[in-house]
């Protein structure tokens, strides 16, 4: 019992280390002075991993690191991903990677930032992911990723490791979950009745539509039955059509569902600012329809968000095609990566405008002149500003209560920035959480 014991604690204490170890390599990583000693802890286990014609030192590294910027860095991953993506080994990989530099390589015509670093230094970096993959992969089974971002420090540093996770070991990852999941006791298809004459007619929050039309006969059970392991999770009858559901009709049924929720037919989603105002670039995507933070969401809408979240899913189960216009930032936040203000700029360019030129013009002012008036700069240029935001969909709100009657001034600047910012990246939250 006591060896047992030993034995259990023994292996917890080597999963505590290597997770340590993995943040601390990832910390390196996102060091832009690129200053940080990789961990010795790391470097220890090369032996490991390796055959000794593999191995590396951590000389090597930082001899090499300097070539590498983020871009360069993606650019390696992708191809490490494509090449072991297919049942080549890492041994062959590596081999048929470029050992001097050589721009005009064949292998690097879709990575040009790989085309001009050293050979042996694309072949060390190589190296160095193929084997942080590894480390990453042997601590995945006991990290819970389902956390929030926000509830634990360790989990939110830990998932900047995912985009090292080489794709082989996320698609194995993936398919054991399918499988795991996958509905085996309920084996009958539900027929669905879609009046297309009536979809065609315009209706109250969407009441007609075929998306509303599939809501109502099959959210109740959507957990359980789109979970089946079948190509056609439910036979489509459209009335008055004499149709027979063969695939046609099916496949028919869910492009139209799509185009209902990517339209104003339906007031879950609408259109982004750049595609309201004709200017950037998205203006083709469609984002969450906005609830103030204050404001509570229908449980008729949560339900709603819900079945396209299940769709989401037949999609992944079945690979099938959805066609959902949504833009990066909803995609993101789906799988709980943090998004950024470029991500909001993306579909709403005028979002962060005044904030940036005043910004600019405090910081251009006091470089000309140090004693400038600041507070008759702010009446000058941001006058008619108030603590408040105008959200995605156009409307106000007020961002600390009363904020329609406090002007923007140099001593509440800060914190209307900050309060504007923590606004627009959480804008869209509770509506991606009922989604997922």
Same mark, same amino acid.
């Given at each position: 019992?006591?060896?047992?014991?030993?034995?259990?604690?023994?292996?917890?204490?080597?999963?505590?280390?290597?997770?340590?170890?993995?943040?601390?390599?990832?910390?390196?990583?996102?060091?832009?002075?690129?200053?940080?000693?990789?961990?010795?802890?790391?470097?220890?286990? $090369?032996?490991?991993?390796?055959?000794?014609?593999?191995?590396?030192?951590?000389?090597?590294?930082?001899?090499?690191?300097?070539?590498?910027?983020?871009?360069?860095?993606?650019?390696?991953?992708?191809?490490?991903?494509?090449?072991?993506?297919?049942?080549?080994?890492?041994?062959?990989?590596?081999?048929?990677?470029?050992?001097?530099?050589?721009?005009?390589?064949?292998?690097?015509?879709?990575?040009?930032? $790989?085309?001009?670093?050293?050979?042996?230094?694309?072949?060390?970096?190589?190296?160095?992911?193929?084997?942080?993959?590894?480390?990453?992969?042997?601590?995945?089974?006991?990290?819970?990723?389902?956390?929030?971002?926000?509830?634990?420090?360790?989990?939110?540093?830990?998932?900047?490791?995912?985009?090292?996770?080489?794709?082989?070991?996320?698609?194995?990852?993936?398919?054991?979950?399918?499988?795991?999941?996958?509905?085996?006791?309920?084996?009958?298809?539900?027929?669905?009745?879609?009046?297309?004459?009536?979809?065609?007619?315009?209706?109250?929050?969407?009441?007609?539509?075929?998306?509303?039309?599939?809501?109502?006969? $099959?959210?109740?059970?959507?957990?359980?039955?789109?979970?089946?392991?079948?190509? +056609?999770?439910?036979?489509?009858?459209?009335?008055?059509?004499?149709?027979?559901?063969?695939?046609?009709?099916?496949?028919?049924?869910?492009?139209?569902?799509?185009?209902?929720?990517?339209?104003?037919?339906?007031?879950?989603?609408?259109?982004?600012?750049?595609?309201?105002?004709?200017?950037?670039?998205?203006?083709?995507?469609?984002?969450?329809?906005?609830?103030?933070?204050?404001?509570?969401?229908?449980?008729?809408?949560?339900?709603?968000?819900?079945?396209?979240?299940?769709?989401?899913?037949?999609?992944?189960?079945?690979?099938?095609?959805?066609?959902?216009?949504?833009?990066?930032?909803?995609?993101?936040?789906?799988?709980?990566?943090?998004?950024?203000?470029?991500?909001?700029?993306?579909?709403?360019?005028?979002?962060?405008?005044?904030?940036?030129?005043?910004?600019?013009?405090?910081?251009?002012?006091?470089?000309?002149?140090?004693?400038?008036?600041?507070?008759?700069?702010?009446?000058?240029?941001?006058?008619?500003?108030?603590?408040?935001?105008?959200?995605?969909?156009?409307?106000?709100?007020?961002?600390?209560?009363?904020?329609?009657?406090?002007?923007?001034?140099?001593?509440?600047?800060?914190?209307?920035?900050?309060?504007?910012?923590?606004?627009?990246?959480?804008?869209?939250?509770?509506?991606?959480?009922?989604? +997922?």
């Amino acid at each position: 019992m006591d060896e047992q014991l030993e034995l259990t604690l023994a292996e917890s204490l080597e999963i505590v280390r290597d997770l340590f170890t993995v943040i601390d390599i990832i910390n390196a990583l996102n060091d832009t002075t690129k200053q940080t000693p990789w961990t010795k802890a790391f470097l220890a286990q $090369l032996s490991t991993t390796f055959d000794d014609n593999l191995n590396y030192t951590g000389e090597d590294l930082d001899r090499c690191k300097n070539y590498f910027d983020e871009t360069a860095d993606l650019q390696l991953l992708n191809l490490m991903n494509k090449k072991l993506s297919s049942d080549n080994s890492f041994d062959e990989f590596i081999n048929c990677l470029p050992t001097e530099s050589e721009s005009t390589a064949a292998i690097y015509t879709e990575y040009p930032s $790989l085309s001009n670093i050293p050979g042996d230094c694309v072949r060390i970096r190589t190296k160095f992911f193929y084997q942080l993959s590894a480390l990453i992969e042997k601590v995945l089974p006991t990290i819970d990723l389902s956390l929030p971002l926000g509830q634990s420090i360790l989990m939110d540093k830990f998932r900047k490791a995912k985009i090292y996770l080489l794709h082989r070991k996320k698609y194995e990852l993936l398919q054991q979950s399918l499988e795991q999941t996958v509905a085996t006791n309920d084996d009958s298809r539900p027929s669905v009745q879609f009046d297309t004459l009536k979809a065609s007619y315009p209706s109250e929050n969407g009441e007609n539509t075929m998306f509303n039309q599939a809501f109502k006969q $099959l959210f109740k059970d959507a957990s359980i039955k789109f979970r089946r392991a079948d190509e +056609r999770l439910w036979d489509a009858t459209y009335v008055e059509m004499h149709s027979i559901d063969a695939g046609g009709p099916y496949r028919d049924s869910v492009t139209c569902i799509c185009s209902d929720i990517c339209s104003t037919r339906l007031p879950l989603f609408i259109l982004c600012p750049n595609g309201r105002t004709g200017s950037g670039s998205n203006q083709d995507r469609w984002i969450p329809n906005v609830f103030l933070p204050k404001e509570s969401i229908p449980n008729i809408f949560r339900n709603q968000y819900r079945f396209v979240g299940q769709l989401m899913g037949i999609a992944i189960r079945q690979k099938h095609y959805l066609d959902l216009k949504f833009p990066t930032l909803l995609w993101k936040q789906l799988v709980r990566e943090p998004i950024t203000l470029e991500d909001i700029e993306a579909i709403d360019m005028q979002s962060f405008t005044i904030i940036k030129e005043m910004e600019m013009q405090i910081e251009q002012s006091q470089l000309i002149n140090s004693n400038i008036d600041i507070d008759y700069l702010f009446s000058s240029i941001m006058s008619e500003l108030r603590f408040d935001v105008a959200s995605s969909a156009g409307q106000t709100y007020e961002l600390v209560p009363g904020g329609k009657d406090i002007p923007i001034t140099a001593a509440n600047f800060k914190d209307y920035c900050r309060k504007y910012r923590e606004y627009r990246l959480n804008e869209f939250s509770r509506q991606i959480d009922f989604i +997922r």
